[in-house]
T-cell receptor, first 113, second 114 residues
Framework: LAKTTQPISMDSYEGQEVNITCSHNNIATNDYITWYQQFPSQGPRFIIQGYKTKVTNEVASLFIPADRKSSTLSLPRVSLSDTAVYYCLVGRLSGAGSYQLTFGKGTKLSVIP | NAGVTQTPKFQVLKTGQSMTLQCAQDMNHNSMYWYRQDPGMGLRLIYYSASEGTTDKGEVPNGYNVSRLNKREFSLRLESAAPSQTSVYFC?????????????FGSGTRLTVV
């Protein structure tokens, strides 16, 4: 499974756009890139997933360059409630038919009033 | 719509005791997973079940056993608890094949072994 590297922590003021970049140099052809959000004492929550180019949903955007060796999660106009740990994951369908994901330590985002 | 339900939410065990963590999902997902999360760390995969009737080891399976009871339920058993197994345990499930809808996680079981 591909290893990911992302900043340990980031600070942002309320209302700003936040971009968290993740590198995954050994991503394989069949790998998808997925981002999760985790609040204290809760399980991670799926945010967005992509394979290439740009994906946007009601919560975030995900930018993936052509070489797919990195990806950037963009959170528009963050609020205090966006303070959480954000995980970048790269995973693929296993031979057994399940989709295995490896979690790193994530990026702790702190939103400041 | 409950999603993934884990029981119990909290548990304290003495070293050497056994217990089973229960997990059930109501989303008709094929695949289910057990992760553990230690303070300041990411989640590590213990066991997973690609489909009913199959289970496989993950990154940290030692000291654990699992049972995929049916499509809805996936239990994790600690036969002889050790202090090193103090952690928060998360169960998750995912939809078939590509998992493109992502994982749905339960709210976790906080286990302390003394």
């Amino acid at each position: 499974l591909a290893k990911t590297t992302q900043p340990i922590s980031m600070d942002s003021y309320e209302g700003q756009e936040v971009n968290i970049t993740c590198s995954h140099n050994n991503i394989a052809t069949n790998d998808y890139i997925t981002w999760y959000q985790q609040f204290p004492s809760q399980g991670p929550r799926f945010i967005i997933q992509g394979y290439k180019t740009k994906v946007t949903n009601e919560v975030a955007s995900l930018f993936i360059p052509a070489d797919r060796k990195s990806s950037t999660l963009s959170l528009p106009r963050v609020s205090l409630s966006d303070t959480a740990v954000y995980y970048c994951l790269v995973g693929r369908l296993s031979g057994a038919g399940s989709y295995q994901l490896t979690f790193g330590k994530g990026t702790k985002l702190s939103v400041i009033p | 719509n409950a999603g993934v339900t884990q029981t119990p939410k909290f548990q304290v065990l003495k070293t050497g005791q056994s217990m089973t963590l229960q997990c059930a999902q109501d989303m008709n997902h094929n695949s289910m997973y057990w992760y553990r999360q230690d303070p300041g760390m990411g989640l590590r995969l213990i066991y997973y079940s690609a489909s009913e009737g199959t289970t496989d080891k993950g990154e940290v399976p030692n000291g654990y056993n699992v049972s995929r009871l049916n499509k809805r339920e996936f239990s994790l058993r600690l036969e002889s608890a050790a202090p090193s197994q103090t952690s928060v345990y998360f169960c998750a499930s995912s939809s078939i094949r590509t998992g493109r809808d992502g994982y749905t996680f339960g709210s976790g079981t906080r286990l302390t072994v003394v």
